[in-house]
T-cell receptor, first 111, second 113 residues
Framework: NAGVTQTPKFQVLKTGQSMTLQCAQD?????MYWYRQDPGMGLRLIYY???????DKGEVPNGYNVSRLNKREFSLRLESAAPSQTSVYFC??????????FGPGTRLTVT | GEDVEQSLFLSVREGDSSVINCTYT??????LYWYKQEPGAGLQLLTY?????DMKQDQRLTVLLNKKDKHLSLRIADTQTGDSAIYFC?????????????FGTGTRLLVSP
């Protein structure tokens, strides 16, 4: 039981490049989330998926897109990376209205 | 939108008690959480409290909730160097969309020997 896994762990992009951050959970959870963590700002919700087939915007969705591929997988895409998207990205999952389980994070630098 | 605030830094000596404070604005808050983040890792749930409770104790951890003042605290008894981490307060309520958590900025706890 691996919990929540994220790939890659580290990534460096040039401005304008695109990439997809992958997240998978093996706990059969309904809900999945993408956050970004910036110094002094805590965690801010980018997008979430309450159940397979649904996605909703969070607090800071601009510049991102998501796909809930199936119940296990929830990906985050940056279509044209900007330096302001330099951050640590966390994926989380939750059975329902309950505790969230976090992945180890992806550290992204955009130059 | 709703807000959760924490002080940024706390330093204590090993063996002392640590108290980390949090204030929130969501009057509809139903669940309040404390998460711990160790260096280079994701967040792990430490404990949570329902809004109809005043206190919850779990081994070395004591959570106090003052719903009138919208104030939450986490007390760690006999603090150890392994408790050094960032601690996040989070809340869930109807005003924030019940499926979402709102996190504070985190309090970095440094425990010195």
């Amino acid at each position: 039981n691996a919990g929540v896994t994220q790939t890659p762990k580290f990534q460096v992009l040039k401005t304008g490049q695109s990439m997809t951050l992958q997240c998978a959970q093996d706990m059969n959870h309904n809900s999945m989330y993408w956050y970004r963590q910036d110094p002094g700002m805590g965690l801010r919700l980018i997008y979430y998926s309450a159940s397979e087939g649904t996605t909703d915007k969070g607090e800071v969705p601009n510049g991102y897109n998501v796909s809930r591929l199936n119940k296990r997988e929830f990906s985050l895409r940056l279509e044209s990376a900007a330096p302001s998207q330099t951050s640590v990205y966390f994926c989380a999952s939750s059975p329902s209205f309950d505790e969230q389980y976090f992945g180890p994070g992806t550290r992204l630098t955009v130059t | 939108g709703e807000d959760v605030e924490q002080s940024l830094f706390l330093s204590v000596r090993e063996g002392d008690s640590s108290v980390i404070n949090c204030t929130y604005t969501d009057s509809s808050s139903t669940y309040l959480y404390w998460y711990k983040q160790e260096p280079g890792a994701g967040l792990q749930l430490l404990t949570y409290i329902f809004s109809n409770m005043d206190m919850k104790q779990d081994q070395r951890l004591t959570v106090l909730l003052n719903k009138k003042d919208k104030h939450l605290s986490l007390r760690i008894a006999d603090t150890q160097t392994g408790d050094s981490a960032i601690y996040f307060c989070a809340e869930r309520g109807m005003n924030t969309g019940f499926q979402k958590l709102v996190f504070g900025t985190g309090t970095r706890l440094l425990v010195s020997p």
